[in-house]
């Protein structure tokens, strides 16, 4: 296999993730002028969270934690062996996950009482119904897809994969302006729209799978040792998955007996979602086949070396961006979101969810850096049982204290329950060596990463309220944009001053080993 260059690899998977989650605030942009934070929009929301949910149990879940090490394996040793064991996996996937769309179909009321009790009998609980039927057809797809993109991670081909999401926004996007145009309900169009675009993703990443030498031509499904043992190990991974969806499922609860609320936290959610897909998604697509290969190879030093820059990598960008969504999430909502049927009460509620949230976004992201410790050494039980306590932190914080700060409390346990679980992930990857401890160089810069985040926080407050009166009124795109450059410029100012990273260090890591990204 040939090796992946971490830096620049991380670099594509990021940039093509930020250009899907650019394009999601435009989506975004768009729902809240037409849509706003009524019943449809809860409706909507509610009914696209369901596909999503069951694709974190099936999809991320099960197949970063098991095929993924399993195919690596088979690849280093064999291409034909690799190949067969993926088309098995496939077709035995596809099979399950068609009669389980169907019925969840079926029983969509059920699953909508499920998410958000709080619904009632009402229009917004019919609409979520039907939306909900529309769309679910869109986990078939998405799962699917995200076998072969292991697949092609595997093989260090990252584009395709990282790109794909892409086409759900901009289906998002077009179903928006036709819908506004042609007078369709928005509602509507917006379900039709993820099973089409569940379809355009999965058509993308099987033509770069074709033309990277593969093939998943039809194939009986069947039950092979190896899928046997492929469902031992994801077996835990799943219900890892399931308990992360309780967690939402908890806070959408809590959310859904306050109006409007379960629109707040999504709109809040996409926002800090943006630097966690950028740079989360970016390291755990990358990190879990270099630690596999490495580890399987018996070189604990280039394992130690791709996890201590993968931390690096993820907290140089991650603390920032969670110091600026705390600091300026009032001004970032007000100027992305405050327009049309989306007013002031809603940007004010939806910026204290983002804030909460903001304070959590280190810790979602270090699941992804740590989480392949494990999943490298086929370990998917020990991520289930932190998950199962962390999920028990949510309940109580949630349940516990929506009668003191209402929807509030649902990020806020989100939020705790984040920082829970990378407590014990770093603390239950102690026994695995050197491999798993961060290196020098990562407990020489990370002080450092923090002091001139802290900073850039400071300063961002104060030009906040310098430009306060064009936040608020005419001119307030420009007003921050200029906050988010000024932010820039200060953090990478002083980090380059004080050491927290250094350009060279960056030019040198793009010019190891040779990179496979087409």
């Known amino acids: 296999m040939t090796p992946i260059r971490l830096m620049r690899s991380f670099a594509t998977v990021g940039g093509w993730t930020l250009f899907s989650r650019l394009l999601g605030f435009v989506r975004d942009v768009l729902m809240a002028r037409f849509l706003g934070a009524g019943t449809v929009a809860d409706a909507f929301f509610v009914a696209f969270s369901l596909p999503n949910m069951f694709r974190r149990f099936f999809a991320e879940g099960a197949f970063n934690a098991a095929f993924v090490p399993m195919f690596t394996k088979r690849l280093a040793s064999s291409k034909t062996e690799a190949e067969d064991f993926a088309r098995d996996a496939f077709w035995l996937m596809g099979s399950f996950l068609v009669l389980f769309s169907v019925t969840a179909m079926l029983a969509m009321p059920l699953l909508v009482w499920a998410m958000a009790a709080g619904f009632g009998t009402g229009e917004r609980f019919d609409l979520a119904v039907v939306f909900g039927r529309i769309a679910f057809p869109y986990i078939l797809f998405v799962s699917l897809m995200a076998l072969i993109s292991g697949m092609l991670n595997a093989t260090g081909r990252f584009i395709a994969a990282a ?16 819908a506004a ?3 369709w309900p928005i509602g509507l169009t917006l379900a039709w729209a993820v099973p089409v675009a569940g379809a355009l993703q999965l058509a ?26 492929l469902l031992i190990i994801a077996a835990p991974a799943v219900l890892a998955g399931g308990v992360v969806q309780i967690n939402l499922i908890v806070g959408r609860q809590v959310a859904s007996f306050t109006e409007n609320a379960i629109s707040w936290l999504s709109y809040a959610d996409r926002l800090y979602q943006l630097p966690l897909g950028v740079v989360g998604i970016a390291v755990g697509v990358v990190l879990l086949p270099e630690l596999s290969r490495r ?36 001004p970032i909502v007000s100027v992305l979101f405050e327009r049309g049927a989306f007013g002031r009460v809603d940007a004010v509620n939806t910026a204290l969810a983002l804030a909460i949230y903001g304070a959590g976004l280190p810790a979602f992201v270090l699941h992804k850096v740590l989480q392949p410790l494990y999943f490298a050494r086929e370990d998917t039980r020990s991520p289930f049982r932190y998950a199962v306590n962390s999920m028990i932190v949510n309940a109580v914080i949630a349940v516990g204290l929506m009668p003191y700060l209402g929807f509030l409390a649902a990020a806020l346990g989100t939020t705790l329950a984040g920082w829970t679980m990378v407590w014990q992930l770093w603390r239950g990857a102690r026994p695995m060596g050197e491999a798993a401890r961060p290196d020098a160089r990562f407990r020489d810069r990370i002080w450092r990463i923090a002091l001139a985040a802290l900073v850039m926080g400071a300063a961002l407050w104060g030009l906040a309220q310098l430009l306060d009166p064009m936040l608020y009124g005419t001119g307030r795109s420009l007003a921050l944009l200029l906050l988010i450059l000024a932010g820039i410029v200060v953090y990478f100012g002083i980090g380059i001053a004080i050491g927290a990273f250094r ?16």
């Open 204 to 229: 993308a990443v099987w033509w770069a799978l074709r033309r990277a030498g593969f093939s998943l031509r039809f194939r009986r499904p069947r039950l092979t040792p190896e899928l046997k043992r």
């Open 503 to 518: 350009p060279a260090d960056l030019r040198d890591a793009l010019r190891r080993g040779t990179p496979r990204t087409e």
């Open 181 to 183: 145009r042609l007078g």
């Open 295 to 330: 580890l399987r190879e018996g070189e604990a030093d280039r394992a130690r070396d791709a996890f201590s820059r993968g931390m690096e990598f993820a907290l140089a960008l991650t603390v920032p961006s969670a110091v600026a969504l705390v600091v300026i999430a009032q």
């Open 163 to 178: 790109a794909a999401p892409a086409l759900l926004n901009l289906a998002f996007i077009a179903a928006l302006v036709l």
